[in-house]
């Protein structure tokens, strides 16, 4: 079992910034990835950015160039690095991983982006 906790989330300006940060119960050395998903009001969650175990990042086209994905293996944390927030960044993020095919979610962080 992984318990996943979230925080960062908030009220923000557009053009303004947000760490969001993911911490696991446990070494997060063996997961098989790592990420972030977002889910807006009325529509279907959707991934944001991951980081597989063997490296590299993926990222949802919508965010390339603005939001950075990085992962602490000491710390057992994930991180959002999200700039140039926009209105449409507008959702609850949640923290996802993957481990011996299971999947485990967060409670999810609001992200609002309003002025």
């Known amino acids: 079992q992984v318990q996943l906790v979230e925080s960062g989330g908030g009220l923000v300006q557009p053009g303004g910034s947000l760490r969001l940060s993911c911490v696991a119960s446990?070494?997060?050395?063996?997961?098989?990835?790592m990420g972030w998903y977002r889910q807006a009001p009325g529509k279907q969650r959707e991934l944001v950015a991951n980081?597989?175990?063997?490296?590299?990042?993926n990222y949802a086209d919508s965010v390339k160039g603005r939001f950075t994905i990085s992962r602490d293996n000491a710390k057992n944390t994930v991180y959002l690095q999200m700039n140039n927030l926009k209105p449409e960044d507008t959702a609850l993020y949640y923290c996802n991983v993957v481990w011996r095919f299971s999947e485990y979610w967060g409670q999810g962080t609001q992200v609002t982006v309003s002025s």
């Open positions: 446990r070494s997060i050395f063996d997961f098989d990835t």
């Open positions: 980081v597989p175990r063997g490296g590299g990042r």
